[in-house]
């Protein structure tokens, strides 16, 4: 059985930072594409920060290049998102997403709902 944990999120004032983790059991990281998804309040899901299985490629959403930073510890089997200069509008629930089977992290990003699995979200509150 796959699980997803994620952790780390919480409430901070713009600017600030937040790091998010996510445990993967019964899979292993390394072998897929591995992202963060949110949702805001009234908005659809959209992809937020990917990586691919080798670890050497990665996308990001437009609204978090330069603040947000995708990486990977195969070891642990963990995956987080470094999150600097936070903003209002980045408050959501943070998804861990893994299991992709195909080869476009573009595509990916822009439909996340590829993703097979999921963790149960951790909430990142933003205010200013």
């Known amino acids: 059985q796959v699980q997803l944990v994620e952790s780390g999120g919480g409430s901070v004032q713009a600017g600030g930072t937040l790091t998010l983790s996510c445990v993967a059991s019964g899979y292993t990281l390394s072998t897929s594409f591995v992202g963060w998804v949110r949702q805001g309040p009234g908005k659809e899901r959209e992809g937020v920060a990917l990586i691919n299985a080798l670890g050497e490629g990665y996308s990001y959403a437009d609204s978090v290049k330069g603040r947000f930073t995708i990486s990977r510890d195969n070891a642990k089997n963990t995956v987080f998102l470094q999150m600097n200069g936070l903003k209002t509008e980045d408050t959501a629930m943070y998804y861990c997403?893994?299991?992709?089977?195909?080869?476009?992290?573009?595509?990916?990003?822009?439909?996340?709902?590829?993703?097979?699995?999921w963790g149960q979200g951790t909430q990142v509150t933003v205010s200013s």
């Open positions: 997403a893994a299991g992709y089977g195909g080869q476009s992290l573009w595509y990916l990003l822009r439909h996340p709902s590829e993703f097979a699995y």
